[in-house]
């Protein structure tokens, strides 16, 4: 049997009288690519960051490879460094040097040398098309570079899962299709991938099943085919027309 | 004509006078500065912290140290602490001067850590975290070294301050500038005189100070911090 490596159960999240996320349930088997869109304000920011337990739920439960978040657990952090997340803005450490950037919670969090994380962080430049840029500080980076950095980054602690949240929203239409070639890349890399996004083209290029979500529900969700070709769900056709238009 | 010069003279030589008398407590007034000032440094860096890190009891213990401190006159705080805790505790004049200054700056560079940790964007902790770092690491390895380099400037501006109000200590009998300059003036009623050579000894102080602090600002400078989200 296959492990399911994310389970959501009834997961609730309000933020006042907003729903952010209302009662959504669904799993997520290892390996699997798993593209989430929908209209702004859907909740499908807040679905990420209550799975690597940046945010808090009000009820439900989130495991990850069978182990139950808890943010108030002091093992949290353990969990959290099998998850990883790319963000829309980056959040690439200034005070580092991208070589620092990708090599500090190696050290840090998986207490590997300075060389091992060095040959590691250069290699994983090297695969995503950074040679040169070890010592670049971010500000001297462009957008896909940062985001590439940034993956980097993530990559580093070698996550069981990799959470994309908006990754190419920050970005101009060039540094965009290099960061979704990145994406591409990691996807038949064998790891798990949970990307958000408002661009339809990853979805048919990544995913293998995609998420619909809506006002916190999670509206449909099945193959790209299902969702994205031949729609059955009102909101998702609604959504459709209005993005294809 | 010849009074005149005569006078020039004279004024010139008595400045030179108190200049020399002066010139030997000027290493006084650099020791109790930078001693209170590393400790205040010290205290300000933990308390700083403390109060952002929200743990209990002590956060908001340090809260009321910050209080209490800011609240009092630094000249009260020298005399609590030399007369007060020193009869008890046997404290030498540098002590004390040096605990009531660092006490006091302390307090005042704690607020301005924690301004300067507040304004680090709350995704630089929430990248931390992600990455599988607990909440002290995340301090240690990207808030707080982000946040030194944020407040160099108004930290500089302490320090400065700092050596300004160590001449407070003279009222302890510690032989600084102030209290060699009281010294020259009780002898010679030379008022005017003997206060504008310790301005100028003061002045030529900050002056070197505030230079080292732009040196040390360009060195410490983040490349192109500021630029990246």
Known sequence: MIRDIISCQNVCRSFGEQKALDDVSFKVQKGEKIVIVGPSGAGKSTLLRCINALEDIDSGSIAIDEVVLDRTHKDIAKVRSEVGFVFQHFHLFPHLSVLGNITLAQRVVRKRSPDESDTFATELLERFGLTGKAQSYPSELSGGQSQRAAICRAMALNPKILLFDEATSALDPESMSDVVEVMNFLAKDGITLLIVTHELSVARQVADRVMFMDEGRIEAIGPVDEILVNPQNQRVKDFLAKVLA | ?229
């Not at chain 2, 006084?28 to 109060?51: C, D, N, P």
């Not at chain 2, 010679?188 to 301005?199: G, H, I, M, R, S």
């Open chain 2, 1 to 229: 004509m010849d009074e005149i010069l005569q006078w020039l003279i004279g004024q010139l030589k008595l400045l030179g006078d108190i200049f020399v008398y002066l010139l030997p407590a000027v290493p006084a007034t650099v020791e109790v500065t930078i001693l209170s000032f590393a400790l205040a440094l010290a205290v300000g860096v933990v308390v700083g912290t403390v109060r952002v890190a929200r743990i209990r009891i002590v956060s908001p213990l340090a809260r009321v140290y910050t209080d209490v401190v800011r609240g009092v006159p630094l000249l009260v705080l020298i005399f609590f602490i030399y007369f007060g805790l020193g009869g008890v505790l046997n404290l030498g004049r540098l002590t004390a001067g040096v605990i009531a200054l660092g006490v006091c700056y302390g307090a005042y560079i704690a607020e301005i850590f924690r301004a300067g940790i507040l304004s680090i964007p709350q995704g630089q902790y929430e990248a931390a975290l992600s990455l599988g770092m607990t909440r002290k690491q995340a301090f240690r390895h990207v808030i707080i070294p982000q946040a030194l380099r944020m407040v160099i400037p108004p930290v500089a501006n302490e320090f400065i301050a700092c050596l300004k109000d160590s001449s407070l200590v003279s009222v302890i009998a510690m032989r600084e500038i102030t209290r060699a300059g009281r010294e020259y003036f009780s002898r010679t009623f030379a008022d005017f005189q003997v206060w504008l050579v310790v301005a100028i000894l003061y002045l030529i102080l900050t002056l070197t100070l505030s230079r080292l602090v732009s040196y040390m600002e360009k060195k410490f400078k983040m490349r192109g911090y500021g630029v990246a989200a």
